[in-house]
């Protein structure tokens, strides 16, 4: 009799969403990637290091910085070795406190004062790059820089004002250098529309991290005039066009800025210096950052009646309304069993995350201790913070975990260790949006919290939902480890047609990958995906025109110990795998790998796949462009 009233209850609880509503908080949240920054520039000839809180006083306290650093000694010659080991200890530095920062590089902070010309500009980023890759986790933002004074793009000795074709060079290296998907930010629309066209970024392309939805902008004099001293066309007509191409894709691109001075002689449109200046454009053009160097000389035009409520919406500002889990159990064995979740947000902020982050749920012991989590968003793709748009107003995050994905992610996702017998309990439930790069995704200070009253722990990076969930009956078999041995190679390129001349995976020195299964997302002409298998070097595959992400997949058909891959390039527009995306999976876990620049590559190499370090589901490797 217990036993069947045992089940009833079970069905009956099964049925019923335990569901828990929280208070918004006015409390300031500081969270990562948003809100006031600290200029932090330096000089070559006299670097002062982050480190230095004589100077910058205590950056952990500051919410996010500006790093620009003028290479005045470098305008002739190489960046020295000396100085490329400060910029990285500068880094170090960050990574140590838990911050990020927004970075920049010009040659001068001077007017009438000379920068470098284009030939040493591109060397000395290629000598940043490693800096920047081995680092990327702690970038918020590229302002594009290196042109003219400060890096503002005007008043350049070398850089023509007109040659756009340069300027595009300078931000299509930059692009292809930053690892995806930092952003690229221009001072100058009329810049970004030349180099994209009119079209604003689609939500798609931001989801795929196209190129066009990795530029965005920052206006060096937010509301210093009607133009902003520059920063939109100086014709009436021309502006407003301007402000509603930067109010449509700043949906998704990042719109950063700061204060200047005031400019009384263009205000034809009307004086904005106001609080009801920054309460419209402020939200309109979705603004992320914001610095108020010049705030002393705005604080008589009634500056200080809104300056909080700026800083406080900056960005994200995500409110949790209201949390569903149905059922708060999970009877261990019942293979039929499906928990689903149902999230109320909203985001009174100015502008959505820059960047997507994984949304886990996370099983805590009475004790305090964290047991488990489950990644709600591996399994519900259709789940991407960059869509979380303030003008959505309150918004439903849902989905579901089949007994399956919950007992894969309990006990196999980032090798957590446990055995199935010894997780019967009643656990608090949390959520947590940790940082995505693996480097960085164990810490709490680059969690995200919601700006609810006694919701966020900022020592744990997690937020508190007053969920109890019930494990019991713990029998059966603890799922199997992930295994290193892969099924799946595939391969996705950028916006180019995806050419490959060959694919190769040995396995104790035979091609695993000769005449396997191979599939691509669009075929041109006659060209096969199978062409990449066949054992010819010189046939290859190629998919058709127009697509953003094109993609080659091939089918080991059982999982395979994978010691070494090489990449064939296509004889010609060798420069279309560059960047390519080369990911192994097994259906347990993947890993991928980032292509250098191929555009005089006639392959590349991946070793040691079969050993290649992950911690967690989908970490990632970046290889430098002087690697062969």
């Not at 002062?48 to 305008?75: A, E, T, V």
């Not at 530095?93 to 004062?113: M, P, Q, V």
């Not at 900022?458 to 992930?482: D, E, H, M, V």
Request: aromatic residues 12%.
């Amino acid at each position: 009799m217990k036993k069947y009233l045992l089940v009833v209850i079970f069905i009956l609880i099964s049925e019923v969403f335990c569901q828990t509503y929280y208070d918004q908080t006015l409390v300031s949240i500081n969270n990562q990637e948003r809100g006031r920054y600290d200029l932090a520039p330096v000089d070559s000839f006299k670097h002062i290091p982050l480190s230095d809180p004589n100077f910058w006083g205590d950056i952990s306290q500051k919410p996010l910085i500006l790093r620009k650093y003028h290479l005045y000694d470098f305008r002739n010659s190489p960046i020295s070795n000396d100085y490329l080991f400060k910029i990285r200890d500068d880094f170090d530095f960050l990574r140590k406190i838990g911050k990020k920062c927004i970075l920049s590089f010009a040659y001068t902070s001077k007017e009438n004062d000379y920068d470098a010309p284009e030939s040493v500009v591109r060397g000395h980023i290629y000598q940043l790059h490693p800096i920047l890759r081995d680092n990327s986790e702690l970038i918020v933002a590229f302002q594009a820089g290196f042109i003219g004074p400060w890096g503002e793009w005007h008043s350049s000795v070398f850089w023509q004002e007109n040659d756009f074709a340069a300027r595009q060079r300078l931000v299509d290296l930059l692009l292809d250098i930053l690892p995806s998907p930092i952003p690229v930010l221009l001072r100058y629309v009329r810049h970004r529309r030349a180099f994209f066209g009119n079209t604003p970024v689609s939500e798609s392309e931001a989801v795929s991290n196209t190129r066009n939805s990795r530029v965005g902008f920052h206006n060096d004099c937010f509301l210093s005039s009607t133009d902003d001293s520059g920063t939109y066309s100086s014709q009436n007509s021309n502006i407003d066009a301007e402000r509603n191409y930067v109010a449509q894709n700043t949906k998704y691109v990042p719109q950063g800025g700061e204060v200047c001075h005031v400019n009384w002689d263009n205000f034809g449109g009307g004086f904005r210096v106001n609080c009801g200046g920054a309460r419209k454009d402020l939200p309109m053009f979705h603004y992320t950052y914001l610095s108020f160097n010049y705030e002393k000389a705005w604080n008589t035009f009634g500056w200080e009646g809104c300056r909080q409520e700026m800083i406080d919406r900056l960005g994200y500002r995500l409110v949790l309304k209201s949390a569903q889990i149905s059922p708060p159990l999970l009877l261990v064995g019942s293979q039929s069993h499906v928990m689903e979740f149902r999230f109320r947000i909203q985001n009174v902020g100015y502008a959505a995350p820059i960047y997507n982050r994984p949304m886990e749920l996370v099983f805590v012991h009475p004790n305090g201790d964290e047991v488990a989590f489950l990644d709600l968003s591996r399994d519900n793709t259709h789940i991407n913070l960059k869509k979380w748009l303030p003008e959505n107003g309150e918004f439903e995050v849902s989905g579901r975990m089949n007994y399956q994905q919950i007992t894969w992610h309990l006990f196999v996702l980032e090798n957590q260790g446990k055995q199935i017998n010894n997780m019967n309990g009643v656990y608090q439930l949390k959520l947590r949006f940790p940082d995505s790069n693996p480097r960085i995704k164990k810490r709490p200070e680059y969690c995200i919290g919601f700006a609810n009253k006694g919701v966020y722990d900022a020592q744990k990076g997690w937020n508190n939902l007053n969920i109890a969930f019930t494990i019991y009956g713990g029998t059966g078999s603890t799922p199997a480890p992930c295994s290193k041995n892969w099924r799946y190679i595939t391969i996705t390129g950028n916006n180019a047609p995806l050419n490959i001349g060959e694919v190769e995976a040995y396995s104790n020195g035979v091609n695993v990958a000769f005449r396997k299964p191979a599939s691509q997302s669009s075929t041109a002409q006659n060209f096969q995906a199978s062409n990449a298998v066949d054992g010819n070097r010189d046939t290859y595959s190629h998919t058709a025109e127009g697509q953003s992400s094109p993609w080659l997949k091939i089918d080991l058909l059982s999982e395979t110990k994978i010691d070494r891959v090489t990449i064939f390039n296509r004889r010609e527009y060798k420069e279309r795998l560059s960047r390519a995306r080369v990911e192994f999976s097994n259906g347990c876990q993947k890993k991928s790998v980032t292509l250098p620049d191929m555009a005089n590559l006639d392959s590349f190499t991946i070793d040691g796949v079969n050993t290649l370090d992950y911690e967690g589901n989908d970490d990632s490797l970046e290889y430098n462009d002087d690697q062969n």
